[in-house]
Nanobody, 127 residues
Framework: QVQLVESGGGLVQAGGSLRLSCAAS????????MGWFRQAPGKEREFVAA????????YYADSVKGRFTISKDNANNTLSLQMDSLKPEDTGVYYC????????????????????WGQGTQVTVSS
């Protein structure tokens, strides 16, 4: 399995931006579909964004569409999430995930499709 380490979280005011990174090791991510999920205190883990292994299809939760951008750099084995116009409801622990499957609009949103997970990075958006 691929090992994943997230970074880039922090505290930001509403309307601000953060860029999360996920460094992969052990396997090349060129053959992996990858995603970002988040979990707020007392809530279930929820899908944020995903990119299929070819990199040509991007999927976003409705709540972040137009504000977040996912990207995959196969050469550097990294996944990124650019988060703009942040809102307090974006607060949570953000997790990077990887799976060797062809992500579709439906499967990309299912956390059980991803066997590999990072430890998470905290994002806090103050109002």
């Amino acid at each position: 399995q691929v090992q994943l380490v997230e970074s880039g979280g922090g505290l930001v005011q509403a309307g601000g931006s953060l860029r999360l990174s996920c460094a992969a090791s052990g396997r090349t991510i060129s053959t992996y579909s990858m995603g970002w999920f988040r979990q707020a205190p007392g809530k279930e883990r929820e899908f944020v964004a995903a990119i299929n292994w070819r990199g040509g299809n991007l999927y976003y939760a409705d709540s972040v569409k137009g504000r977040f951008t996912i990207s995959k750099d196969n050469a550097n084995n990294t996944l990124s999430l650019q988060m703009d116009s942040l809102k307090p409801e974006d607060t949570g622990v953000y997790y990077c995930a990887a799976g060797s499957f062809m992500a579709t609009m439906i499967s990309a949103r299912v956390w059980k499709m991803y066997p590999s997970w990072g430890q998470g990075t905290q994002v806090t958006v103050s109002s």
